[in-house]
């Protein structure tokens, strides 16, 4: 257990929570100081930088809040140096071993030092630390935020660590404390650049802050143009500095962003689909599934480095496996699979056979909407990352996956049956980031990610498998992601009906039973039933 300075007269305090003041209602700044006092850890000390407010009222406020309680320090300046500046002055004025961050009209919660000293002490290593979140429109505390544990592909898409956030002091000298030039994104650029080198980053699952909303809030201002372009800048700077290469979209009017990846290469993808030839109505239109899915991807796929392998079922018909053929001799082969039915077993000859270093296995009943599809998921492969899903949408639009989550022993799609254009809860589904896992139906993967899992299991031979693989994957220490940017239909259950064995299922709860109790990405509502 780390040694944390503590409350005796005289030593430093555990927490300096640092708080820039500029022009602020005097009835919410009395709101967060009262919420600082009244903490139930007492080893603190608040400092509060009032920015060159020039406000006689404001002045007088802060000198009767400050009044009769030396825990609190008051800086003011002449002049006012903006949020970087002020933040600057009170970093330099702070005396705790940890520095909390926190806006001069939110509102702590009682136990937010003490939640934040127990995961330290818990954590030794925790460099960086942050909460859960509500808000308060207009006096009125809305649906909280709950936060992923650290998600580090979601943090280039989004801010979503919040106000509340705990750097180790020492860390922020490290890196150089803020930085002028990032007004209005400051604490994004500092998030960035102290998340690259702490040596661990805990999340608090508990609501620590209530994130005051109002008209003048700069992170909800659609018009506040310099503080955007300001957080794309601290996001390219992240990339180079990373060693990523990529350019830097605004994909949300509010503080949401994408990455679009460079690839240095051009690896050759297998893509592994296993069909029976079934035929079926889409939009009205019969169609033989896997021949509109396997065109889709031929002669959309922008990604040029490709191969389809097609694991046909002995039901397949002939003439089905010669269409399948004239779409691409070059590109497109068949493979015969005469044994019983067993997705996963398909799959596993399917990449057996194939070529790429790159392996996607993709369901016969879907069909490429975005061209990029590919390279967007080629992209986010990392050398930690093994596995990458896609957004599928249902034939109606709605969508159909968008990464699974999991909760009391049961699993889901995200966002299934929402519209395709929904934004999600705080955004989440705008944003690559971390899942606990993704449908096999369009799922990319290392060949050597597939081997040293040992693929997937023949016990679970129609629904679960791909969860099962995602355990696997993330059980090696690697990340699992998903990306909005890469979208495909999913005509759901076309080429089989769905069925769910009761085996499939035990199956996956005797393998996973804790891993499914609780998800580290996504705290959804969980239905009451597996879904495959």
């Known amino acids: 257990m780390t040694a944390v300075s503590g409350g005796s007269s005289g030593a430093d305090p555990t927490f300096t929570v640092l708080v820039p003041v500029y022009r602020t209602d005097p009835g919410h700044l009395g709101e967060m100081v009262r919420s600082v006092q009244a903490q139930s850890e007492r080893s603190w000390e608040l400092v509060l930088v009032d920015d060159g407010s020039d406000s006689p009222e404001l002045t007088a406020a802060l000198d009767h809040l400050a009044a009769g309680d ?12 903006g949020i970087v500046g002020a933040s600057s002055h009170g970093l330099a004025a702070a005396r705790g071993q940890f520095v909390a961050l926190l806006d001069h009209d939110d509102r702590l919660a009682p136990q937010a030092l003490e939640r934040m000293l127990a995961a330290i002490e818990a954590h030794p290593e925790a460099d960086v630390l942050y909460s859960d979140e509500d808000q308060i429109h207009d006096g009125r505390l809305g649906d909280p935020f709950r936060k992923p ?8 898409g989004q801010m979503y660590l919040g106000h509340l ?13 803020f930085r002028a030039g990032f007004d209005g994104s400051q604490d994004y650029d500092l998030a960035l650049r102290a998340t690259e080198r702490a040596r661990e980053v805990v999340h608090v699952p508990e609501v620590l802050y209530h994130w005051r909303i109002h008209p003048g809030s700069v992170s909800h201002r659609a018009d506040n143009a310099a503080v955007f372009a300001a957080a794309r800048r601290a996001l390219s700077e992240h990339l180079e500095r990373t060693g990523r290469q990529g350019t830097v979209e605004q994909v949300h009017p509010i503080g949401v962003y994408r990455v679009r990846r460079e690839l240095r290469e051009l690896p050759l993808v297998s893509i592994v689909v296993p069909t029976r030839g079934t035929t079926a109505s889409v ?11 396997v065109r889709s991807v031929v002669e959309r796929t922008t990604y040029p480095n490709i191969e389809v392998v097609v694991i046909a079922d002995r039901a397949t018909p002939p003439e089905v496996v010669e269409e399948l053929r004239a779409l691409s001799r070059s590109r497109v082969r068949i493979l015969e699979h005469t044994g019983p039915f067993n997705y996963s077993g398909q799959v596993n000859s399917g990449v057996h056979a194939a ?15 975005t061209p990029d599809w590919l390279t967007t998921m080629v992209g986010l492969l990392e050398p930690d990352v093994g596995m990458v899903g896609a957004k599928l949408l249902y034939e109606n639009d709605l969508i159909q996956h968008l990464g699974l989550h999991v909760g009391r022993g049961h699993v889901v799609h995200t966002a299934a049956g929402e519209p395709a254009d929904a934004t999600g809860p705080s955004a989440g589904y705008l944003v690559d ?22 693929g997937l299991s023949r016990a679970l031979p129609v629904n679960f498998n791909d969860v099962d693989f995602s355990f696997k994957v993330t059980g090696t220490g690697r990340r699992v992601l998903v990306t909005p940017h890469a979208v495909l239909y999913h005509y759901e259950s076309r080429s089989r009906p769905r069925r769910v064995a009761i085996s499939e ?14 998800d580290s990405y996504w705290t959804q509502a969980i239905p009451d039933q597996l879904r495959a």
Not at 283 to 293: H, P, Q, S
């Open 505 to 518: 299922v035990d199956t996956l709860r005797n393998r996973w039973r804790q891993e499914l109790m609780r």
């Open 165 to 177: 956030v705990v750097y180790r002091r020492s860390l922020l000298a490290e890196v150089g404390g």
């Open 433 to 454: 980031r971390e899942v606990t896992g993704v449908t096999g139906a369009c799922a990319l993967f290392p060949r050597a990610v597939f081997d040293e899992v040992g």
């Open 149 to 156: 544990d650290f998600s580090p592909e979601r943090l280039r």
């Open 70 to 81: 030396p825990r609190i320090r008051l800086e003011p300046l002449a002049t006012n140096l």
């Open 283 to 293: 939009r009205g239109v019969e169609r033989v599934l896997v021949v509109e899915a």
């Open 355 to 369: 070529r790429g270093d790159l392996l996607v296995t993709l369901n016969d009943d879907t069909e490429v909407v």
